[in-house]
């Protein structure tokens, strides 16, 4: 299994952006997908998470109305919609997926949100 995030990078506050995570090595649309962010000194966070079939999805309070979780089970591809960033959306962010009872997570990309 491999997870790879790409679309991080140095964004103002009230800009947006969309991350990306590829996934392989395991059928991708048998299974759900997560969002972790890990803000510097602080403890990692679920952020967002999609149903195998992309039709129900969940998030966390401090980026609802702001962020959208999304998939393409044809492309094995999972993103994260940011819009309306803040400083505090500052953070290292992974995808996840847990696959057969063991769990993986991509390298993580950086969002840093500051003017």
């Known amino acids: 299994v491999q997870l790879v995030e790409s679309g991080g990078g140095l964004v103002q506050p009230g800009g947006s952006l969309t991350l990306s995570c590829v996934a392989s090595?395991?059928?991708?649309?048998?299974?759900?997908m997560r969002w972790f962010r890990h803000p510097p000194g602080k403890e990692r966070e679920l952020v967002a998470a999609?149903?195998?079939?992309?039709?129900?999805?969940t998030y966390a309070d401090s980026v609802k109305g702001r962020f959208t979780i999304s998939r393409d089970n044809a492309k094995n591809t999972v993103y994260l919609q940011m819009i309306s960033l803040k400083p505090e959306d500052t953070a290292i962010y992974y995808c996840?997926?847990?696959?057969?009872?063991?769990?993986?997570w991509g390298q993580g990309t950086q969002v840093t949100v500051s003017s």
């Open positions: 996840y997926c847990s696959v057969l009872g063991r769990t993986y």
């Open positions: 090595g395991f059928t991708f649309s048998a299974y759900g």
């Open positions: 999609i149903a195998s079939t992309g039709d129900v999805t």
